[in-house]
């Protein structure tokens, strides 16, 4: 009898295991189509709930920081930014949108640093990176002027 007891157990716990892992995915899952479709306050709150679930899934945070970069919430989007590269150091996307804002708010320096990380994880968007630095370039003698 204690071994039936154990069996049922067991086959419920791994029910249940199965079951949260598959939700997580399913967040997330959900919440890229719903971003796709441009219903970002759906998407934000699998986004969310996602985290909830998974603390540590930078991809939640990057599409959170999309999605308040849509919604021109700064602070917002660069507290995301921050937190998806503290989870996943090397995440080019990220990396790029915060030297898109670094150089909104004139911060160069930061940009520099930014851009010196972004040139040894580049794989995908290494022509950004370009874009950005020519840009950087052009302000700088103007800087150095004044």
Known sequence: MRKFFKFIGLILLTGFFNSTSFS?????????????????????????????????????????????????????????????LLIEPDNEDALLMLMKIALEKSNYEKVKDLSDKFVKVCKNLCNENKDIQKSLKNIEPENNES
């Open 24 to 84: 997580k995915e399913n967040f997330f899952n959900e919440a890229l189509k719903l971003f796709k479709k441009e219903k970002y306050e759906d998407a934000r709150f699998l986004f969310e709930r996602n985290i909830v679930f998974n603390p540590k899934d930078a991809k939640s945070y990057l599409y959170l920081a999309k999605i308040y970069n849509k919604e021109e919430n700064q602070r917002k989007e660069e507290y995301n930014l921050e937190t998806t």
